[in-house]
């Protein structure tokens, strides 16, 4: 019986590991939200400058999916995401990788990057399209479909070069359905049984098949979407 593909993670990975190979050599990149840093290997053709608030901790908060750890290592910038230490025009190009879900007003947030990226800066966002909590307490939005980048990205005037769904409908679906056995056990006083579990493995079967066939039910719902813009001539007078 064939398992679904859905390996959210792994396929966001290499996109942005692609988008930051096209990326010309020499010029300086924010990774705006750094996090653990996992992509500085990837910018080793580039002056990497990373930033992060640095406050989740792991054991502060049990609610939701959690990080049995958690290390930001030595971050060049720490400062809130809104308000970064740097000159307009600073980066010829910025990563924000799963990070909008994670603050208060994810607008504000654009119009931040906006303002550090040189016209005709590559700006590179990933973010859920839909997500369980996680990184509490600092999780504000479940996630962000294509038309929330058309229309703010859009009045910053930014040009959208690329919205590229990661996964589709029936891989999300697939996803949460391997997902309840460990709900039940940490959340459920009940556990599937094995008729349950043989009607799981059905399932998946008959969503891999969808899946494979698939052609446009990313439209509905996916993991996340991975943006590519540009900053046009006018992008920084909206962001002033």
Request: aromatic share 10%.
């Amino acid at each position: 019986m064939t398992s679904i593909d859905m390996d959210n993670d792994q396929h966001r990975l290499s996109w942005v590991a692609d988008q930051l190979g096209q990326i010309p050599s020499g010029g300086r990149i924010l990774d705006a939200g750094a996090g653990e840093q996992r992509f500085r290997p990837y910018c080793e053709h580039l002056e990497y400058v990373a930033q992060d608030f640095a406050q989740y901790i792991p054991e502060q908060e049990a609610e939701g999916l959690h990080m049995k750890k958690w290390d930001y290592g030595e971050l060049d910038i720490v400062c809130d995401i809104t308000s970064i230490p740097e000159q307009d025009s600073s980066f010829d190009a910025i990563l924000c990788s799963e990070v909008l879900e994670h603050v208060p007003n994810p607008v504000a947030v654009l119009h931040e990057l906006a303002r550090l990226l040189k016209p005709e800066g590559r700006l590179i966002i990933t973010a859920p399209f839909v997500s369980l909590t996680h990184f509490a307490p600092y999780h504000f939005a479940t996630g962000f479909n294509r038309y929330f980048y058309q229309e703010h990205l859009g009045e910053l005037g930014f040009q959208i070069d690329t919205v590229s769904p990661n996964g589709n409908f029936f891989k999300l679906v697939a996803q949460e359905l391997k997902r309840v056995k460990q709900v039940a056990i940490e959340h459920s006083q009940d556990r599937p049984n094995l008729i349950e579990k043989c009607c799981t493995k059905v399932v998946l079967s008959m969503l891999d098949r969808f899946s494979r066939k698939d052609n446009s039910s990313s439209e509905l719902a996916c993991f996340g979407m991975q943006i590519v813009a540009t900053k046009t001539a006018c992008t920084a007078s909206r962001a002033a």
